[in-house]
């Protein structure tokens, strides 16, 4: 896994952010079974419930695409510690990988090393469904 790679690639696509109301950019960076990386970046919108997150952006990309399964991501806030994925965004990466790991990043190098399970282990699954 080139993890220098993933990261390089969120902290670029943070700059490309659109967030003229919160300020807040974030980019993501998520690696599919496939070796290709779908880049996301935060849209934000004057109706602010229209906004959608970097990583949903890159998931949504990655389906389109016609992936479906994913080996790790990448986050990229201006946070200090660097900031976890939103509850919406978990919810959509658990739809495609049980088991992700996940890094978040800062540009001052800041670094937390986790997975989707450690951010979100009561998740909402198919297999709720099938019961």
Sequence with gaps: MNWARLIRTALAARERAYAPYSSFRVG?????RSGEVYVGSNVENASYGLCICAERVAVTKAVTA??????ALAVATQSSP????CGMCLQ??????DELPIV?????????????QTLFPAS????????
């Design 92 to 97: 959509t990466l658990v739809e495609f990988a």
């Design 66 to 71: 016609g992936e479906k399964g994913f080996l």
């Design 124 to 131: 909402f699954t198919r297999r709720l469904l099938e019961s």
């Design 28 to 32: 993501a960076a998520l690696l599919a």
């Design 104 to 116: 978040l990043i800062n540009p001052d190098g800041g670094r937390v090393d986790t997975a989707l």
């Design 82 to 85: 660097p900031s976890p994925c």
